[in-house]
């Protein structure tokens, strides 16, 4: 039997762009350390790393990976034979890029409080009366606007399906869509109430059987908040 790979994924203590490969990982029974940097240990660590950012990764004390997609995909074929299995390449990829098209849409919404500068925008403009009122109306817009359609394709590849890219069993396309999903459920986004996707009861019900599968028991509570 060949032996498991010495695995070791560093990402700060949120979900982010990582957690679609942690739950790669534990879905797939994979062990790994699931090593998570305080924010203020960043400034420090962020010139060591390849491109500035996280998340990174080592396998088998190997070199240093980057780029949270790329290691999605890697586990989802070395590390398991249902995350990414051959003859659903096409149905996992359309519904990830459906997923990415949703985030790509809601980023500026959500990065603006963040990175103003990235927007034409002074740094601090978040705290400002003028960037309050200016997110809130851009976080607010979005959700009538945007949320509802891409909800309702969501909803369309579910139909008669249990998963993303049909099938039995989750993919991969599941580990994107869940924590993107679930960041218009948690209610920790300012302006996001945590009922966002109750419009949307088949999508809240995809979470929840996602959630409930037995190697994520404990991981979040009920998959929606
Ligand atoms: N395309 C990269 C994006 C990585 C990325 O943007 N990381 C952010 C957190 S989500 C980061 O490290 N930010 C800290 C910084 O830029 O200083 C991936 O998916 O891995």
């Given at each position: 039997?060949?032996?498991l790979?010495?695995?070791k994924?560093?990402?700060?203590?949120i979900?982010?762009?990582a957690?679609?490969v942690?739950?790669?990982?534990?879905?797939?029974?994979?062990p790994f350390?699931?090593?998570?940097?305080?924010?203020?240990d960043w400034?420090?660590m962020?010139p060591?790393?390849?491109?500035?950012c996280?998340p990174?990764?080592?396998?088998?004390?190997?070199p240093?990976?980057?780029?949270?997609?790329?290691?999605?995909?890697?586990?989802?074929s070395?590390?398991?034979?249902?995350?990414?299995?051959r003859?659903?390449?096409f149905?996992?990829?359309e519904?990830?890029?459906l997923?990415?098209?949703?985030?790509?849409?809601?980023?500026?919404a959500?990065?603006?409080g963040?990175?103003?500068?990235n927007?034409?925008?002074?740094?601090?403009?978040?705290q400002?009366?003028?960037?309050?009122?200016?997110?809130?109306?851009?976080?607010?817009?979005?959700?009538?606007?945007?949320?509802?359609?891409?909800?309702t394709?969501?909803?369309?590849?579910?139909?008669?399906?249990q998963?993303?890219a049909?099938?039995?069993?989750?993919?991969?396309?599941d580990c994107?869509?869940?924590?993107?999903?679930?960041?218009?459920?948690r209610?920790?986004?300012?302006?996001?109430?945590?009922?966002?996707?109750?419009?949307?009861?088949?999508?809240?019900?995809?979470i929840?059987?996602?959630c409930?599968?037995?190697?994520?028991k404990?991981?979040?509570?009920?998959?929606?908040?």
């Open positions: 039997m060949t032996p790979p010495k695995i994924l560093t990402y700060f203590d979900e982010g762009v957690e679609a942690r739950l790669a990982l534990v879905l797939s029974n994979t350390e699931d090593d998570r940097v305080g924010f203020g400034g420090e962020k060591k790393t390849p491109y500035g996280l990174i990764m080592s396998v088998d004390d190997g240093l990976r980057t780029q949270s997609m790329a290691m999605l995909r890697w586990v989802g070395s590390c398991s034979e249902t995350l990414y299995p003859d659903k390449i149905d996992i990829e519904a990830i890029g997923m990415e098209d949703l985030n790509k849409s809601w980023y500026p959500f990065a603006i963040m990175r103003p500068q927007y034409g925008r002074p740094e601090g403009f978040g400002t009366e003028e960037g309050k009122k200016i997110i809130k109306e851009m976080r607010e817009t979005w959700f009538q606007n945007e949320l509802p359609r891409f909800l394709y969501i909803e369309n590849k579910l139909e008669g399906n998963w993303l049909g099938g039995e069993t989750p993919t991969i396309a994107v869509a869940v924590p993107i999903l679930r960041n218009f459920s209610g920790h986004v300012d302006h996001v109430p945590a009922t966002a996707l109750d419009s949307h009861p088949k999508v809240v019900d995809y929840k059987r996602f409930a599968q037995p190697q994520l404990g991981r979040y509570n009920n998959g929606i908040h």
